[in-house]
């Protein structure tokens, strides 16, 4: 596939910015060549190319540093898709709801309209009705969060590979969650689907939300285009080096994910037996929704007890989403459900 027919045409004689660090690109010297501060910790400008952080994550999934970006977060990877893929006013995206909030959101800002595909009664995808969808409508963009939020079940790579042949786009798979999965990451379709983008983040697993690192893996053509058109310096030193050690500590990161399933599956059994509790949504994720009549009371008794749950009742009937918390605060939340 030529990827460059993909980018939004009026971005293609596009001249990205060079910053000094583009320029002079060595560690040592005297560095009189960025206008920063002589004095302090933090005075110096952050590698714009975050190389460290790509050359381990490309360790870490098996791919190449150039199929590696790094985003303010996987929120400013959603919106540099649009602004790299979509012409406002004109292109249109497809998402499966309910999903995640943010690209409708995301298009809105962008002023791209979001043809929704909705998930049948299992929260799978309806292909025959997506692939009908892609071909009369030639979504630019196609989001398929999986694990999905907030249902929590995930997609398979079959159909993400359904959806990119068909498509004369680009496919967004938002892998949030995907550490807590049992299942392949799609980073592993990169090599040989070309309109692949796969998204990821150190906010979930990796317990570092505050930090905003996100991640997009794709084709090292459509990676060096969300490089070009990103804000030269969107992610810090601070935050870089959070994800570093993160990395760096891969004991504690998988001690921290057991744990949290393990507790995942305490909640589970606990609403399973929950005689109020209709249903307990299959879950790949680190969140469960549970599904109990008059979920809206419920989730205003838990505040008032300063348990703050997701009321997800407006885009699914009767639905609270719970992320698990530590034993401590799942017990509390466990006693305020018996009382
Ligand atoms: N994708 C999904 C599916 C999410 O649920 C979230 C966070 N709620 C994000 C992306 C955004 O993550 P980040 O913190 O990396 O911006």
Known sequence: MDTNALIRPSLRDLKPYSSARDEYTGKEGIFLDANENPYGNLNRYPDPYQRELKSALAQLRNVTSEQVFIGNGSDEVI????????????????????TYGMYKVSAAINDVDVLDCPLDATFEIDLAKALQLIEQQQPKLIFVCSPNNPTGNLFSLKTIKALAAASQGVVIVDEA???????????????????LIVSQTFSKAWGLAAARVG????????????SNI???YNVSELNQQAALDALADKA???????????????????FKAFPLVEKVYPSETNFILIKLPDATGWYERLISQQIITRNRSSVI?????ITVGTPTENDILINAFKA
Do not use: H, M
Request: some cysteine.
């Open 215 to 226: 991640i997009a893996y794709g084709n090292a053509n459509l990676i060096t285009w969300l």
């Open 252 to 270: 504690g990161f998988e001690q921290r994910k057991r744990a949290i399933l393990e507790e995942k599956q305490r909640l589970i059994s606990f």
């Open 230 to 232: 990103k804000p030269p």
């Open 79 to 98: 919106d540099l898709c649009f602004r790299l893929f979509c012409e406002p006013g004109k292109d249109k995206v497809l998402q499966f709801s309910p």
């Open 177 to 195: 969650y995907i550490d807590f999965a049992n299942a392949p990451s799609a980073v592993s379709l990169i090599d040989t689907i070309d309109n």
């Open 317 to 321: 009937a009767d639905s609270l989403r």
